[in-house]
């Protein structure tokens, strides 16, 4: 089994042991620890699952659309036969609706049908999250410039989480902040995330920053070193424990499977260079072999 399947298990199994079950604005409870932490380092081998199978082009085009592509718009997504943010969008007239738990006036929660109105401007977006957050603050393009430039620079903090821009989003990032440095030659990155489902969000989560690091690491003379990742709030939604059961069975029984490779496109100099289209052809995965799909529901 890889190191990264052992960890990533052993944090499922924390979380159902010592974990305690909350309420949230979903209605779907979730059993949380407050807190957890990994570190990888990419000379013992690249994270991608193999106790459930990883869609990785989904993952990287992800990935693409908030860094590379910089933009919230969730047709861009659709156009490639990526659906991870269809229940975020909003409609044509500046909608957004969901089920969520409200407090009433007795102060209870309560299930209610929310809407959030948006400018009309927005409409097909997810508001001003994400790739529109990267875009305005030239995140990608001062963090490429300090890497190759001043590379003993300790300020890079790339940060998806701005005050000003919260009203207007659909919903805040998760994944909200990032920190680079290079030491010896080597890349590497700490990776903050404020709210983690585990079963869903982790697994994409890993494989598209660790591919991020990778890719800048080609474009600006340097190697790939380390990723350290901090969960505030890691948990499981209460219909997801039965998928989670599934999966830490698998790790136990079923034959280990090695960590894949990652294969970029040597060619590319220049991150914006890296495709994107749906064929996602600068980025595979070799030698991927995994235990099949796990289904697990999206709680909004």
Not at 145 to 164: E, I
Request: aromatic share 12%; proline share 4%; charged share 25%.
């Amino acid at each position: 089994m890889s190191k990264w399947d052992k960890e990533y298990l052993k944090l499922c199994k924390r979380i159902l042991e010592e974990g305690k079950e909350v309420e949230n604005r979903t209605g779907i409870n979730t059993i949380k620890v407050p807190s957890h932490h990994f570190h990888f380092d990419f000379e013992e081998e690249f994270p991608v699952l193999t106790t459930k199978q990883l869609f990785f082009r989904q993952a990287i085009l992800e990935m693409l659309w908030i860094y590379q592509v910089q933009s919230n718009d969730v047709r861009w997504l659709q156009e490639r036969n990526v659906h991870i943010w269809d229940e975020w969008e909003i409609d044509e007239n500046g909608i957004w609706e969901a089920q969520q738990m409200i407090l009433n006036k007795q102060n209870e929660l309560e299930r209610q049908i929310i809407q959030k109105q948006f400018p009309k401007e927005y409409a097909h977006t997810i508001g001003t999250a994400y790739g529109y957050i990267v875009d305005h603050f030239k995140l990608t393009d001062k963090l490429i410039d300090s890497l190759k430039n001043n590379p003993n620079d300790r300020r890079r903090v790339l940060s998806l989480w701005q005050d000003d821009y919260l009203d207007t989003a659909v919903l805040p990032s998760c994944v909200w902040s990032s920190e680079w440095d290079v030491t010896d030659g080597k890349l590497n990155a700490w990776v903050h995330q404020r709210s983690c489902d585990v079963p869903l969000g982790l697994p994409f989560n890993i494989t598209q920053y660790s591919v991020l690091l990778h890719m800048l690491a080609q474009v600006t003379g340097l190697e790939p070193g380390t990723l350290d990742w901090s969960i505030k709030d890691a948990h499981i939604y209460v219909n997801q424990i039965e998928g989670i059961k599934e999966q830490i069975k698998r790790g136990e029984e079923l034959e280990d499977l090695p960590a894949p490779e990652l294969w970029l496109n040597p060619e590319v100099t220049d991150f914006y260079n890296f495709d994107n289209s749906k064929e996602c052809k600068d980025v595979k995965v070799l030698n991927y072999k995994h235990h099949g799909k796990i289904s697990f529901p999206i709680a909004q």
